[in-house]
């Protein structure tokens, strides 16, 4: 990495490009309800990066990562890499939001109001 640069490195941009064109059906859903900054006014980002790590959605504004998890997250593998991605998140102030791809079917309203609960600053004016 180069300087202080840690967010949208360019070598990472054919791999958020990807990500972004083959979202899974969670992520689809969850993005429908964060783009266009409809959640409180916040402007959310999709596969957006920071270090080595791409983001399922990120708010700038807040430092806010949301992270959306299918199985291979609940394997041995899995939950050390999230651990040791969540710690280097956190290392650069940026909290990171998770939840299981079924509860955003099951229960968006839910995943919504549990995010705007990770939200530190007050609403922007409309």
Partial sequence: MLGNQINNLKYLKPYRKELRNKLTAAEAALWTLLKSKQLEGRKFRRQHSVGNYILDFY????????????????????????????????????????????????????VLEEIKRNFKRQPPPP
């Fill in 59 to 110: 708010c700038p504004a807040e430092r806010l990562c949301v992270e959306l998890d299918g199985a291979h997250h609940f394997t041995e593998e899995g939950m050390k890499y999230d651990e040791e991605r969540t710690a280097y998140l956190n290392s650069v102030s940026i909290h990171v939001v998770r939840f299981e791809n079924k509860l955003v079917f099951d229960d968006p309203q839910g």
